[in-house]
């Protein structure tokens, strides 16, 4: 339990700071949009170029059948819980549907994971991270129109503007080129490692503040009754069905199986609030989901380091 506390203080820890300072004002929208673009353009786009381009590649189809293969069946509990719980309309259930099953495996995934696993959980990490955010939204954008009526209206644009914003997405981008560089065995040499190096040694700190930070903007409101179901789905059925795959149906390395679980059981990304919005649907309900979920997480994700074989 104590080795436990060891690896989950620093994690939240830097992020509860970030929290505080966003609350008490030392760090206004400016300064933590100003962190997060840093984070997110500069830090740890070094890291992942650097870290991908240096590891031993191997692949298993197993792996994204887990994973997603779990993802997607809490998608559709999260969709059936939004029209039999609260007979949300079509559209509103996919959002629901999006934020049970939609993990934040960047700002918690990468620091938990590499500190619970070590390095050889960073390529299961990695492969997973890289298609995580578009098939998500892919596959939600297209139930969206398709609730909505129109699923008919240019279908073939859809995987196009996709791709188009994930070419604009610097994680994309980065852990593209990692692969490209590990693959044509170029390394990162002499100044221009230790640059990435340096930059990206300030990656997870910077990253974890800016999550504290962001979500002090957020408030606990709204449906809370909503809240509950869905950090119910992201927090307990995702690992739960994962590990189910995982462990029970599948034979995966046993750490590449633990690394499926403990993305499955990060906590609701913002993305999900981000798509509410954008959807002009249960922002609200989102934006309360996400605070409470990343703080229900201090104790799921503990208790999951303690089931864990």
């Known amino acids: 339990m104590l080795q436990t506390l060891q690896l989950i203080s620093p994690i939240f820890g830097v992020a509860l700071i970030g929290y505080v300072a966003g609350r008490a004002g030392v760090i206004d929208e400016h300064g933590i949009r100003g962190l997060s673009r840093f984070a ?4 740890i786009p070094a890291m992942l170029i650097r870290a991908v381009s240096e590891l031993e590649l191997s692949f298993e189809w197993e792996l994204l059948t887990v994973y997603f293969g779990g993802t997607f069946l809490v998608f559709g509990a999260g969709i059936l819980a939004g ?6 309309a079509p559209d509103r259930r996919v959002v629901f549907g999006f934020g049970s099953a939609f993990s934040n ?26 298609i995580h955010g578009p098939v998500l939204y892919m596959v939600g954008t297209s139930l969206l129109r398709a609730a909505r009526g129109a699923a008919e209206s240019e279908p073939a644009s859809l995987p196009t503007a996709v791709l188009r914003s994930q070419v604009r997405n610097p994680i994309f981008v980065a852990l593209a080129i990692g692969f490209a560089l590990n ?18 040694a300030a990656a997870i700190p910077a990253t974890l503040f800016t ?12 449906e809370l009754d909503q809240a509950a179901v869905l950090i119910g789905l992201k927090n307990l059925l995702h690992p739960l069905v994962v590990y189910a795959l995982a462990f029970h149906v599948f034979a995966l390395d046993p750490v590449w199986s633990a690394v499926t679980v403990a993305m499955a059981a990060m906590p609701m990304g913002i993305n999900a609030y981000l798509f509410a919005s954008d959807s002009e649907v249960l922002a609200p309900t989102m934006a309360a989901s996400v605070v409470a979920s ?5 104790v799921s994700l503990s208790l999951l380091l303690l089931l864990l074989p």
Do not use: C, E, W
């Not at 960047?106 to 390095?119: C, E, S, T």
């Not at 990343?294 to 201090?298: A, I």
């Open 83 to 88: 029209r039999l719980l609260f007979r949300h």
């Open 105 to 130: 495996n960047l700002m918690v995934g990468i620091p938990f994971v590499q500190a619970a696993f070590g390095d050889a959980a960073l390529l299961p990490l990695y492969i997973i991270l890289s």
């Open 40 to 43: 997110f353009r500069i830090a």
């Open 211 to 222: 999550l504290g930070a962001s979500l002090a903007g957020y408030r606990i409101a709204g």
């Open 183 to 200: 693959l044509t065995g170029i390394r990162l040499m002499g100044p221009v490692d230790t640059v990435a190096s340096m930059l990206g």
């Open 294 to 298: 990343t703080g229900v997480s201090v």
